[in-house]
């Protein structure tokens, strides 16, 4: 793929998926990374659950077609490969941007692209004319509250949401005002 029409932050480039290849091969990247990372965190059963439910191709296409989600691969800017992916929406009641996801390979953690990711949606967010970008991190994602809070956001609350067949996510709501 060509990298140079991708808009490019750090040491990423983001390229929007809009093809269904595109949101196949995302679909499949999230079950990867979700499995990574979070068995660890919430447990086997829980992070199958939430792939299902909100990682899987009908989740992703849903996001899409009902809430306005987009998405893009998070690809390294010195040879293209993917490193991970993120999505969101704008949330017009709020003049917000909800980053709803932000999740990287393994291999890439610690590599700096989850500045160039928030560097991305602050872009995003001023060219829109978006007064803040929020998200929610789990309370036990210590890595992502360290990563979050050292570039600029706030917490300003804290919320638990019953996600069904017994699974909750206790979250922290986390604000970057741009």
Known sequence: ???????????????????????????????????????????????????EHFQSLAAIERDMAEHAYEYWFVRAADDGRIVGYTGGHVEPETNRFFVSKIYLLASERGKHFASAVIAFYENLCRTRGLRALYLTVNKQNELGIRTYTARGFETIDAVETDIGSGFIMDDYIMEKVV
Do not use: C, D, H
């Not at 499949?28 to 199958?48: D, F, K, S, V």
């Open 1 to 51: 793929m060509s990298l140079e029409n991708t808009p490019r932050f750090g040491n990423a480039v983001f390229e929007p998926v809009v093809t269904p290849k595109q949101t196949e091969e995302l679909a499949r990247l999230a079950g990867t990374i979700w499995r990574e990372y979070w068995p660890a965190t919430i447990g086997a059963a829980q992070t199958e659950y939430m792939i």
